[in-house]
């Protein structure tokens, strides 16, 4: 174990040492993974707090069911007991068209005579919250109502929370597919670098492999190489991120001040970070094994 | 030891570079393999030292057929083998104790064990107090004496050493293989390529490669 350990240790102090050696190039590596990777992950920020805010909208399918405005109080009785026995059936208000009259009344401060309304033009309505989010089932439980006699109209309210939410979900398939190709655009790079590296490093491969070396042994350096680059990567993605945080959220502190309400952006969680570096590294690891094992396949090609 | 049974080596689009070699080598000899540029000395030590395989026939190393060696196994082959050669092939960009260490990293040595072998290998062919320096500041006497300790360092059976002395003076050469000769009364089996035999009181075999075909010369005293 200790000696697998030492293995490892003595790949990664080599690896360190091929990045010291071009430090220039380590550089613009860092930054070349840094900026691609900040593309997705900004645009994964930006979704995950406009999700943050839809999901603080208290959502649940309302629906407003107006009656007809002659209906018996009996139908109105045989309805509400329809209602309540109905499982997708969460919450029954039911506002008699007197009552809501009389709050419009309040509300708007008008009399009826004054204002040249003789009649009350409110339905009775039953303001209804359901159990469920699934469309299919809240049609097919508003087609069934419009069935019912003494139903005069039927409105779905907060549906536009919904549909916020899925136009949110669909961006961040989008981000998804494009931070995929991003990362492929990466490990393309960084093969391409890491192969020009195996170049240089040819006559410690022909000689190491014509000691005995296998080619784990051999391509370990070039894999800790690319781990490194993709942490240091990782690094800079999450510091321009900052950055970017920072600078949007002082702005957004001055725009509050005057427009009111919370625009300001939250940060990714430390398990995100970790995870955007974990994701970096891999590109990284995966880009230099790629590099290193068709730089050794190529050598056994020439013996 | 090793044994070849009618080994031919073709490489593509190539005549044969070796025709129906056969031969054996003892433990503990001293051989030189011997010829003109281009017979084919070279190829015959890759044979042996399993960094390439035959075309046809069959070589035996240790009891062990080489041709069935399958490919992962080739690396733990050829650390039985200290290589040594013409160029070096030394690293130019780590010191003389990191050139030399290279083996023992390679080998899975035991890490506390490796400075003193490190250091053991530099003593033996006079360079320890250069063990800080870069190989390109070492003359070439040097540089080839570096390529021995790192050969010797993990200690292999079989020392191969292809023309090491072909670059070098006379004063260098026999140092060189004085060192050599040192190894193979300690039991080492050393086999040296070169054009021609050095002037040696020691005890060898001659195996003479004249375009691709062996001329086995009688053991000589």
């Given amino acids: 174990m200790f000696r697998f350990l030492h293995n490892h240790y003595h790949a990664l102090i080599q690896g360190l040492i091929r990045i010291r050696a071009n430090w220039i190039g380590s550089v613009m590596m860092f930054l070349v993974i840094g900026i691609t990777l900040s593309l997705p992950t900004t645009g994964f920020l930006l979704i995950q707090n406009a999700s943050q805010i839809s999901n603080k909208i208290q959502y649940e399918a309302e629906l407003s069911i107006f009656l007809d405005k002659e209906i018996k109080a009996e139908q109105v009785d045989f309805l509400h007991s329809a209602l309540k026995k109905n499982s997708l059936v969460k919450k029954i208000h039911f506002e008699p068209k007197l009552v809501a009259w009389e709050k419009l009344q309040a509300q708007l401060n008008l009399s009826s005579i004054e204002d040249g309304v003789s009649k009350n033009p409110l339905p009775d309505a039953f303001f209804i919250s359901l159990n469920t989010l699934e469309t299919k089932k809240i049609d097919s439980f508003v087609s069934d109502l419009k069935a019912l006699e003494g139903i005069e109209e039927i409105v779905l309210d907060g549906g536009w929370v919904k549909k916020l939410r899925s136009i949110l979900y669909l961006i961040k398939i989008g981000i998804v597919i494009l931070g995929c190709l991003l990362i492929t655009v990466l490990v393309v790079v960084i093969t391409n670098t890491v192969r020009l590296q195996t170049l240089t490093y040819q006559n410690e491969i022909e000689v190491s492999r014509l000691i005995g070396a296998t080619n784990a042994f051999i391509q370990r350096p070039f894999e800790y190489t690319g781990l490194i680059y993709g942490l240091g990567g990782g690094l800079v993605t999450l510091g321009i991120l900052k950055i970017i945080l920072v600078s949007f959220n002082l702005v957004a502190d001055r725009v509050e001040n005057l427009i009111g309400g919370n625009i300001t952006l939250n940060t990714f969680s430390v398990e995100q970070s970790i995870f955007i570096i974990i994701i970096a590294m891999f590109a990284g690891w995966i880009a230099s094994y790629i590099a290193a094992k068709q730089a050794i396949h190529k050598l056994e090609k020439n013996y | ?221």
């Fill in chain 2, 1 to 221: 030891m090793i044994k070849f049974t009618n080994v031919y080596k073709r490489y593509p689009g190539e005549m044969d570079v070796l025709q129906d070699i056969s031969l054996a080598i003892n433990a503990g000899e001293l051989v030189f393999v011997t010829g003109s540029s281009g017979a084919g000395k070279s190829t015959l030590l890759k044979l042996i030292s399993a960094v390439e395989k035959p075309t046809s026939g069959t070589i035996f190393f240790e009891n062990q057929n080489l041709s069935y060696l399958k490919k992962n196994e080739m690396p733990f082959l050829r650390r039985k083998f200290g290589m040594i050669f013409q160029d070096h092939k030394l690293l130019y960009d780590r010191t003389c104790f990191d050139n030399v260490l290279l083996p023992l990293a390679i080998n899975d040595s035991d890490p506390s064990d490796i400075g003193r072998r490190v250091r053991a290998a530099l003593n033996k062919v006079g360079l320890l107090e250069k063990e800080k320096l870069m190989p390109i500041t070492l003359s070439g006497g040097e540089q080839q004496r570096l390529a021995i300790a790192r050969a010797i360092v993990s200690r292999p059976s079989v020392l191969i050493a292809d023309e090491p002395t072909a670059n070098l003076d006379r004063g260098y050469a026999d140092e060189i293989m004085n060192i050599f000769y040192s190894f193979q009364q300690v039991g080492v089996t050393v086999i040296i390529s070169s054009h021609e035999i050095p002037p040696t009181k020691m005890k060898y075999k001659e195996l003479h490669i004249s375009k691709g075909s062996l001329n086995n010369v009688p053991l000589l005293t």
